[in-house]
């Protein structure tokens, strides 16, 4: 898989995704990062999070609570990924 290739199916120029892949220019915008993300088969918000960016569905959803978002966040900081999982999952499967 050559940038060339990969910038071309996305809509970029292949010079301007090498210079963001060697860290020489700011990331694209969020639509280009999600496109990156579908085309190499990662998960969006990872990539989005490599660019220090917070995907616009998940700002609305840190927006509706703020300070708890924020304060649940703070306390996962430390936390195993096995517990943040198992917090995942209940949340997901509804077992308060």
Do not use: C
């Not at 990969?6 to 995704?17: D, F, H, M, N, Q």
């Not at 900081?77 to 517990?83: G, R, S, W």
């Amino acid at each position: 898989m050559s940038v060339r290739a990969v910038a071309g199916r996305i809509g970029l120029e292949p010079s301007y995704l090498s210079k963001v892949e060697r860290g020489q220019t700011p990331p694209p915008s969020e639509a280009k990062i999600v496109a990156l993300a579908t085309d190499l088969g990662d998960d969006p918000d990872v990539l989005l999070a490599l660019a220090g960016r917070v995907s616009s569905e998940l700002q609305a959803v840190i927006l509706r609570r703020p300070a708890l978002f924020a304060e649940l966040i703070r306390q996962l900081k430390d936390v195993p990924d096995h517990a943040v999982l198992r917090v995942v999952r209940e949340v997901r499967d509804g077992n308060w």
